[in-house]
């Protein structure tokens, strides 16, 4: 059964499925090629007569790349879900009347409570539990970066104040006091009072419920979500009520999945379309899987080549360091910073040095410290990457089963209509064969 209607959107769909597994494979995969070829052009390349097939290189990689990214396009997306989600709970820019759909968000009226509480709790009882009363009184925070370093370039922002979201500040709460809970000793006669009434403020509090969201598709507070945002009509077909409903099996992926089947099974075209949105978070799971390895690969590289590099020409170079530092006792360690930094570059790119009897080992130092600049690119660019796909994935997601509820929907009400049109044509011909 096709998945489209014309061949147009059937290459689509296989273009799309290519290029969503072969795109992050090449993204993962072109870090260590820069650096291999980094050190094999500056070390082996002058000295070597041997020059390997291009074009099998190439076809190699084009292979590599695309069984590399097709296995993080299979890998689990409840992980960037539970980041990007734990995001826009937590850290993005505060919205009170948001409902979600992974959890509640705590009412005005519950958030005061539990803030007048905790202050009763801290007047009343003399405890070393290290919060930030600032943040708690007002929930304001000083800087222009809101969550988002993209703010910092907006001057008009910069004068703005900016504010927690609840659940933020309630998270706050709730680590401060488990922090001093892991720091007493239990028997210990004297903290033993400070456990328990550490233990009563979390439990009648119901802090832990605002602060440890479970964060699993298709959300435990989907219905609930739906009917805030005025889709009664689809909330429904939705089994469960709330995210207390866990260990109800008829939340799971399933569910989903039994859905999209019918969809398939009476409109193959609709379900073609699905299977677009259903790509484009393939994608971003598969991007969001090789650049969270690729960051902590580039970003240990970035440490251990440049270490490498900077110990390496002060071992070489001792007495340019020595005489610098001589000669510099009156300049700032800023411009002492920087005359050193000047002096390793000006030292790795001479010439001299290239033709000398240390030639191999001034070209390994060389290649180190290339390796480092292109390590800490990569680094800069996944940490932009990570912080584009936190920032929508979750959105994505329910953007998805909000649309498969929908198309659900219209076409359960299309084959309901069929149905009852050929029940009144058949009803129509028994009477007239009856008056025959």
Not at 4 to 22: A, H, M, P, R
Not at 117 to 139: G, P, S, T, V
Not at 211 to 224: A, F, H, M, T, W
Request: proline share 1%.
């Amino acid at each position: 059964m096709k998945n489209f209607k014309n061949t147009i959107d059937e290459i689509y769909e296989f273009v799309d499925e290519l290029l969503g597994s072969f795109i992050p494979g090449v993204y993962f995969c072109s870090y260590f090629i820069f650096t291999l070829y980094a050190f094999w052009f500056i070390c082996i390349y002058t000295y070597s007569s041997y020059r390997p097939n291009t074009k099998i290189l190439i076809f190699l990689f084009c292979v590599i790349s695309y069984v590399i990214g097709t296995m993080f396009r299979r890998s689990n997306s409840r992980e960037p879900d539970m980041e990007s989600a734990q995001y826009i709970y937590y850290d993005s820019a505060a919205v009170d009347d948001n409902d979600y759909a992974f959890a509640e968000l705590v009412t005005n009226e519950k958030y005061d409570k539990i803030i007048k509480l905790f202050n009763n709790f801290i007047e009343n009882y003399d405890m070393k539990i290290n919060y930030d009363a600032k943040l708690i009184c007002n929930r304001q925070y000083k800087g222009p970066f809101k969550g988002r370093i993209k703010n910092l370039f907006r001057k008009a922002e910069k004068k703005k104040k900016f504010y927690r979201s609840k659940p933020y500040v309630l998270k706050h709460i709730y680590l401060a006091l488990v922090n001093r809970l892991s720091e007493l000793d239990e028997t210990s006669i004297d903290q033993i009072e400070e456990i328990n009434n550490i233990k009563l403020f979390i439990r009648k509090s119901g802090i832990e419920k605002y602060s440890n969201i479970c964060v699993e598709y298709p959300y435990g507070n989907l219905k609930k979500y739906l009917k805030e945002r005025g889709f009664t009509n689809l909330a429904q077909y939705v089994d469960w009520e709330n995210i207390d409903d866990n260990k109800i099996t008829k939340r799971s992926k399933s569910f989903v999945w039994d859905k999209k089947l019918y969809i398939k099974h009476f409109s193959s075209s609709d379900y073609g379309h699905l299977q677009k949105i259903e790509a484009h978070i393939r994608f971003m799971n598969a991007m969001w899987h090789a650049n969270k390895r690729l960051l902590r690969i580039s970003g240990l590289s970035t440490f251990v080549f440049g270490l490498s590099s900077i110990f390496s020409y002060i071992i070489k170079k001792y007495s340019i360091i020595k005489k610098l530092n001589e000669s510099t006792l009156h300049i700032g360690a800023i411009k002492k910073t920087v005359q050193f930094f000047t002096s390793m570059i000006n030292y790795f790119l001479d010439k001299t040095f290239i033709q000398g009897k240390d030639e191999m080992q001034h070209r390994i130092m060389l290649a180190m410290l290339i390796s480092a600049i292109i390590s800490l690119f990569f680094f800069l660019f996944g940490v932009i990457i990570k912080n584009t796909i936190i920032n929508n994935y979750h959105y994505q997601r329910i953007r998805e089963i909000v649309s498969i509820l929908m198309v659900y929907e219209i076409i359960k009400k299309e084959q309901t209509v069929k149905k009852q049109n050929n029940e009144t044509l058949q009803k129509t011909k028994k009477r007239k064969k009856y008056k025959l």
